[in-house]
């Protein structure tokens, strides 16, 4: 049975103040992909129960699968048993997969245990997935040769349309397209904002927006 690490953000706010946390059905959808065929553990680097995105809440509250993860019991003691990244060994997992929510463009970006953690499961050859605003919880990861991870590769992620739709664009110290853009990436996003796009290219596994974030999962489920 393959092991799965859920990486979610430990910020509660963004730039301008307004509250954040992971997506829920960006964590939602996977986990119910993931947890038939794996086992599954939570992680952030504050450790225990990560701040949730309140507005996701509200946004998803006719999800069935959303609202199915808020009380679920077995859910709710992985989230107060979550992980400290900095306990956290590669050798223990087969894929890392990171959700969104603006929260991980606030911390997960610059915190230089992930960024570790993130270059190691990568240059092992292991799925590093993350979707929507999750890719740039890798932004700063590296191959061996300590190149991007992005560099030369197709990928996606939260698009700057989306953004600017979302009116998030001074929540974040950077647009996401922008960054995989900057980085050497290939850059590619559905032919219309919110609509599904999962890239793979080798170990990288990226999903666009929330959207993708159910198929993103069983892509990466196939191959795990």
Not at 19 to 46: C, N
Not at 106 to 119: E, G, Q, R, T, W
Request: hydrophobic share 40%; with cysteine; aromatic share 8%.
């Amino acid at each position: 049975m393959p092991s799965i690490l859920i990486v979610l953000s430990s910020a509660s706010t963004t730039l301008t103040g307004a509250q954040t946390g992971w997506y829920l059905p960006e964590a939602a959808h996977p986990y119910y992909v993931f947890a038939p065929h794996a086992s599954v553990d939570f992680a952030s680097p504050a450790g225990p129960n990560p701040p949730l995105d309140e507005g996701s809440v509200k946004m998803f509250e006719s999800d069935e699968e959303s609202v199915k993860f808020l009380k679920d019991e077995e859910v709710k003691s992985k989230l107060q048993a979550c992980k400290k990244l900095s306990d956290i060994s590669v050798k223990d997992y087969d894929v890392i997969f990171y959700v969104g929510g603006h929260a991980p463009v606030i911390d997960l970006a610059v915190d230089p245990i992930n960024i570790k953690l993130a270059s190691e499961f990568y240059q092992a050859g292991k799925i590093t997935s993350a979707v929507c605003h999750g890719p740039a919880a890798i932004v700063g990861a590296t191959d061996a040769q300590g190149k991007s991870i992005f560099a030369g590769k197709a990928a996606t992620g939260f698009s700057n349309a989306e953004e600017i739709q979302v009116g998030k664009v001074k929540d974040i110290p950077f647009l996401l397209e922008d960054k995989i853009v900057s980085l050497g990436g290939k850059y590619e996003k559905a032919d219309e904002a919110w609509g599904v796009k999962v890239v793979v290219d080798g170990n990288l596994y990226t999903g666009q927006n929330p959207a993708s974030a159910r198929p993103l999962a069983e892509v990466v489920s196939r191959h795990c």
